[in-house]
Structure formats: C-alpha cells, structure tokens
C-alpha cells in the first residue's frame, strides 16, 4: 500500500541551530501539505504545494521556516534557528488534487533541548 | 479563531458501548467533513467523511451523523473495542482548502 514517507521519526537539536525534515508524497500526488501538530491538538497548517508552487504559506513563520519542493514530488521543511516552542510533531500529507482525501506519513518528532 | 469546535476533549467508554464525538463549525462554505484517527506515534488516519449533501454515512461501525441546519457533526463508534483507543479528530474544509482540524478527543474503550 502506497505511503507518505517522512524522516526522520525523530529529532532532538538544540536551540538556535538548523533542522531539516523530508517528505516523500504517494506517487502521483500533486498537492502536498506540511502540518504542525503540538502535543494534545490537532494539527495546523504550516504550508501547502500544489506541483513544486507554494498555495498557502500564511502560517508559516517565515523569518525561521522555509520550505521547498523543487521537482513537484519530495519536500524539505527546515527550520533555522529552532527554538523552544518549536518542539512538535511534524506532519506530511499528500493528496491528488486539493480535493482529494489526504493521506499523513507517519510525522518527524522534533525536540528542541 | 478556532474554525472547528470538537467535544468532549477525553472520553471513556465500556466495551461495546457506543462512542459519540461531537464538532460545531461556523464557516457555511466547508463543503467536506471527515474524521481522522490517531494512535499515539503514528500520523492520522482517515477513518471515514461525508459531504453536505447527506445527512448520514455509514462505514462498518463507524457513523457520521450531519446537521447542516445546526452546523454540527458527529462521529458515532458502535460496540466499541479496546483497539477504538485512540484520539480522533473532526476537521473540514472549503473546495480546494487545507482541511482544518479540531482540537482532538481521547476515546479510551475500557473492558
């Protein structure tokens, strides 16, 4: 069965330096999403891709988070320099179209120590 | 602003009982409601959706009931099990959209 590919599960990085996330989409999926989902809520949008062109960035903290998806198919969230708060589960969807049903990989615990 | 309202937070149930987890939206133009499941370590799962145009959806034990007059959803789970432990979430969407997700429920299904 086809899956959202994430790595890595986890991540401890101390505060101020750089971490990076990857995703890898179902096959075929042209929107992806990157999701923030804090201990005890529900996740929350941070940026969506429709191909390699961003759709929704408004969440994103963009004076320390970037995204990219260069060739429309795997991703790379980053994060520079990570602070405290930033200590989360980091979500990847997929989905054909942004109608679609979207699928979650299995997330990036981050710790910021 | 939270978009989607989700009740009760935790939620403890006998085996074989039913479950009943509630959402309240305000936003008329979502057109898409599903549920997704949790367990701990793991990504959401979608578990089952409906649109506005039906007021029920049924999947195995799973139901989503939809008021679109009252603005409210609910998933119910029929003879819960032990593996129904999980958290759960309600979320929905405008055509073409993020979904948004409410704030999660802790089912514990108890034998």
């Known amino acids: 069965e086809a899956e959202v590919a994430q790595s890595p599960r986890y991540k401890i990085t101390e505060k101020s330096q750089a971490v990076a996330f990857w995703c890898d989409p179902i096959?075929?999926?042209?929107?992806l999403y990157w999701y923030r989902q804090i201990l005890g809520q529900g996740p929350e949008l941070l940026v969506q891709f429709q191909d390699e062109s961003v759709v929704d960035d408004s969440q994103l903290p963009k004076d320390r988070f970037s995204a990219e998806r260069l060739k429309g198919v795997d991703s790379t969230l980053k994060i520079q320099p990570a602070e405290l708060g930033d200590s989360a589960m980091y979500l990847c969807a997929s989905s054909f179209n942004r109608d679609a049903e979207a699928f979650f990989g299995q997330g990036t615990r981050l710790t910021v120590v | 602003q939270q978009q989607v309202k989700q009740s009760p937070q935790s939620l403890i149930v006998q085996k074989g009982g039913i479950s009943i987890i509630n959402c309240a939206y305000e936003n008329t133009a979502f057109d898409y409601f599903p549920w997704y499941q949790q367990f701990p370590g793991k990504g959401p799962a979608l578990l089952i959706a409906?649109?506005?145009?039906?007021s029920e959806k049924k999947e195995g034990r799973f139901t989503i009931s939809f008021n679109k007059s009252a603005k409210q959803f609910s998933l119910h789970i029929m003879d819960s099990q032990p593996g129904d432990s999980a958290t759960y979430f309600c979320a929905a969407r405008v055509l073409n959209t993020p979904l948004v997700f409410g704030k999660g429920t802790r089912l514990s299904v108890i034998a």
């Open positions: 409906i649109r506005p145009d039906v």
């Open positions: 096959s075929g999926h042209a929107t």
